[in-house]
């Protein structure tokens, strides 16, 4: 599998405030496309944000954006007005091809994000 | 909305039991994966199924194998089940190619004794 780092394996945020969760990736390909998912304690995983990397814009969902960085190979997510329900484990997924698994998705390890009143 | 369903969200076998996780959706997507998930590990595919009776090796397939008869359903067999399989599987699925979303189902929380 291609490596996939999230080098924040905790990150604490108080409500209302904003946060940044950084993810970066190896690849040698142009053209891919790269995930945000959530799992809150319930563990079901959840799309948050969704990037195509041949776009120079930055995705954006109402609260949830990123910073994609091609040339860096960066991919981070900014929540914006933290709020209680955000706080779950977040995975970047870069949608990149190897050899065993075509375009299956590869997670980083994940970080957990803690929102604080 | 999409549903991806497993089988048990808890299960408990013992060491050399042969276990069954089944995994169906009801959106007619090609693509079906089989992922574990470990603590400071992240999510690592097992398996992956692009089509009926097709099936390809993830990153770490070693121990398990699968099954896809029918396009809605896609299972994963721990032949012999071991200690180091107790996990959080889980199962998801995909329309077309890479720029599509993977939808998951709740997980099944393995305990092999």
């Known amino acids: 599998a291609q490596t996939v780092t999230q080098s924040q394996p905790e990150m604490s945020v108080q409500e209302a405030e904003t946060v940044t969760l950084s993810c970066t990736y190896d690849t040698s390909e142009s053209d891919y496309y790269l995930f945000w998912y959530k799992q809150p304690p319930s563990r079901q995983m959840i799309l948050v944000i969704r990037?195509?990397?041949?776009?120079?814009q930055n995705a954006t969902e109402n609260r949830f954006s990123v910073n994609f960085q091609k040339a860096a190979k960066s991919f981070s997510l900014k929540i914006s007005d933290s709020q209680l329900g955000d706080a779950a484990m977040y995975f970047c997924?870069?949608?990149?091809?190897?050899?065993?698994?075509?375009?299956?998705?590869?997670f980083g390890k994940g970080t957990s994000l803690l929102v604080t009143p | 909305d999409v549903k991806v369903t497993q089988s048990s969200r808890y299960l408990v076998k013992r060491t050399g039991e042969k276990v069954f996780l089944e995994c169906v959706q009801d959106m007619d997507h090609e693509n079906m994966f089989w992922y574990r998930q470990d603590p400071g590990l992240g999510l690592r595919l097992i398996y992956f199924s692009y089509d009926v009776k097709m099936k390809e090796k993830g990153d770490i397939p070693e121990g398990y194998s699968v099954s896809r008869e029918k396009k809605e359903r896609f299972s994963l067999i721990l032949e012999s089940a071991s200690t180091n399989q107790t996990s959080m599987y889980l199962c998801a699925s995909r329309r077309g190619g890479a720029s599509e979303t993977q939808y998951f189902g709740p997980g099944t929380r393995l305990l092999v004794l």
């Open positions: 997924a870069p949608g990149l091809s190897n050899s065993n698994s075509g375009y299956a998705l590869n």
């Open positions: 990037q195509e990397a041949y776009k120079q």
